[in-house]
């Protein structure tokens, strides 16, 4: 049986996969979907989303994703990973994620031998089907954004250019790390097309332990009896800085050890020793006082 079944879990409760369910929504973390899903409904075209790693950039685009899912009028991919070579890859990569053809007809899958230009008249074409012809919202998002070669920057700005007297034709979500402001502003005629930016924060102590709280409740667990004393919040916050990441992780470690120690709630001294085995193995340079 599984740790948290014994717990009274439903579900595990601290995954590090960006499930949009197990996303505890901080005020920053609500603040940027609301004015995201707000700038793709009136197609502004551009917007950033700036953070630390761990931060809850991965989970946010999830979370925008489920939101488009929800409504009929916007189709959607997000990319992954956008380390691509050469701008030609980068092309074809949109064009078939879009399911965009390189024919007349601007359906299907592009073909191996199509030029640049092939491919950028075709997904122009394709925009404006959609967009124009069809009342239908097209948007990119684009997950570690840091990763795009100046080429690719660059092919993501001529893409904005598509655009009618009153909107763009492609909505364009930038999340990546710090680094990819510097990016950004290196790129004449770039930085100017962003309409919303904004930078995710580490939570605070409240934050933190609303975030564990909400988590536990979304597995499943009904007790009431706290699984986590404020104590040990205290610390787990002190130890991650923040970080919801490394919150998730040390909250996972923590409950494996309830378990296996037979207690009822992580306390204080059971963080400080998961901490102090960190230090002692090298993982983690921080030393409690």
């Known amino acids: 049986m599984s740790y948290y079944r014994i717990l009274g879990f439903e579900q595990e409760p601290f995954s590090t996969s960006p499930d949009p369910n197990f996303f505890y929504l901080t005020q920053e973390h609500e603040s940027a979907l609301t004015n995201l899903l707000i700038e793709l409904r009136l197609r502004r075209g551009l917007s950033v989303i700036l953070g630390d790693v761990g931060t809850g950039k991965t989970s946010l ?30 092309l074809t990569a949109l064009a078939r994620n879009f399911e965009i053809g390189s024919g007349n007809g601007g359906e299907g899958r592009p073909e191996s031998g199509f030029t640049v230009l092939d491919l950028k008249e075709s997904l122009e074409r394709f925009l404006y089907q959609k967009a124009v012809a069809q009342h239908q919202t097209v948007v990119l998002v684009v997950d570690e954004a840091q990763k795009l070669s100046e080429s690719s920057m660059e092919t993501l700005r001529l893409l904005l250019n598509f655009e ?126």
């Open 61 to 90: 685009s999830r979370k925008l994703v489920q939101c488009l899912k929800e409504r009929g009028d916007f189709i959607f991919h997000i990319l992954l990973d956008p380390s691509f070579e050469d701008e030609s890859l980068f």
């Open 164 to 289: 009618t007297n009153e909107n763009k034709l492609l909505q364009l979500v930038l999340l990546g790390q710090l680094e990819l402001h510097a990016k950004i502003m290196s790129i004449p005629n770039f930085c100017d097309r962003v309409s919303f930016r904004f930078t995710l924060n580490p939570l605070g102590f409240r934050e933190t332990k609303d975030m564990i709280q909400f988590r536990i409740r979304q597995a499943g667990y009904l007790a009431a009896a706290p699984l986590f004393l404020d104590e040990a919040i205290g610390l787990i916050h002190q130890v991650s800085r923040g970080y919801p990441r490394r919150i998730t992780l040390l909250c996972h470690r923590a409950l494996k050890n309830l378990v296996l120690r037979n207690k009822w709630a992580v306390d204080e001294g059971m963080i400080r020793e998961l901490v102090d085995e960190d230090v002692k193995q090298g993982w983690l340079t921080q030393v409690l006082h």
